[in-house]
């Protein structure tokens, strides 16, 4: 576990390890939630990586004869 130090702009240093771990890097965008007193960063996947992520998947659909 690490531990971090809030600057008086309320701002924290993630530690190198983990940022290598979880491959935040400058620019990376993450979520924040706040449960209680806990606070999780959570690193947002940029939308060109997530392309091709469906492919293989069949894309022909039968239509319910209820719905034509």
Known sequence: MSKVIISPKFQVV???E?????G????SHLEVISYGNRIELIPIEPIKKLKGF???????IEREMDRL
Do not use: A, F, H, N
């Open 54 to 60: 469906l492919s293989g998947l069949d894309t022909k």
């Open 14 to 16: 993630i530690p190198k």
């Open 24 to 27: 935040i890097k400058v620019g």
């Open 18 to 22: 983990i940022r290598e771990k979880t």
